[in-house]
């Protein structure tokens, strides 16, 4: 068991510019969720997945925010014409979707994004 | 809906206290929770977790929470703090079955500090 893992770890770019980050889940676990994170504020959920299938995005989330798990396994949130108030953490998080399990979420360790 | 308060951003105790840091969620059905810890930069380890079975939980490091259905609480507490103790704390509620089952949402945290 590797847990998730997510890449870059910390991501530095201009503000206009495109961003996507990927996340590689526990092999096994068939839910994946986006969450961004802000100083002093708990995760703030984005979107998520079961297995291929994004089962619901934020309302809170622009048009600019995309994510896709095409083959059910990694996935990639991409962030276009990023803008300062995108600077956060962002964190991946994956788990068994299965009646009865109890959803326990095993996190990455988040890619910190910096929008100058 | 589901929701959680977590009482005090702040706590502070020192080495060997009483740690408690508290936490209340609203859910319109009977919910899972669960309380996360985080280290700086880096992302959410699971401490201990509530699934419908006893209603006192042990977890790792000597933490323990109480579900209390009556109160809507789920108290994270440790008899006796250690420094490693130092970090944020995350309570977080989760539905566990229907539309939406296993989508969870966060506190805001509570950040605990250990005085020598």
């Known amino acids: 068991d590797t847990g998730v893992s997510q890449d870059p770890r910390h991501k530095i770019t201009k503000r206009g510019q495109n961003v996507t980050f990927r996340c590689d889940p526990i092999s096994e676990h068939n839910r994946l969720y986006w969450y961004r994170q802000t100083l002093g504020q708990g995760p703030e959920f984005l979107t998520y997945f079961q297995n291929e299938a994004q089962l619901e995005k934020s309302r809170l989330l622009s048009d600019r925010f995309s994510a896709e798990r095409p083959k059910g396994s990694f996935s990639t949130l991409e962030i276009q014409r990023t803008e300062q108030g995108d600077s956060a953490m962002y964190l991946c998080?994956?788990?068994?979707?299965?009646?009865?399990?109890?959803?326990?979420?095993?996190f990455g360790p988040g890619t910190r994004l910096t929008v100058l | 809906a589901q929701s959680v308060t977590q009482l005090g951003s702040h706590v502070s105790v020192s080495e060997g206290a009483l740690v408690l840091l508290r936490c209340n969620y609203s859910s319109s059905v009977p919910p899972y929770l669960f309380w996360y810890v985080q280290y700086p930069n880096q992302g959410l380890q699971l401490l201990l977790k509530y699934t419908s079975a006893a209603t006192l939980v042990k977890g790792i490091n000597g933490f323990e929470a109480e579900f209390k259905k009556s109160e809507t609480s789920f108290h994270l507490t440790k008899p006796s703090a250690h420094m490693s103790d130092a970090a944020e704390y995350f309570c977080?509620?989760?539905?566990?079955?229907?539309?939406?089952?296993?989508?969870?949402?966060f506190g805001d945290g509570t950040t605990l500090t250990v005085k020598p």
């Open positions: 977080a509620v989760t539905r566990p079955g229907g539309t939406n089952a296993g989508k969870s949402t």
């Open positions: 998080a994956s788990s068994l979707g299965l009646a009865g399990s109890s959803y326990e979420q095993f």
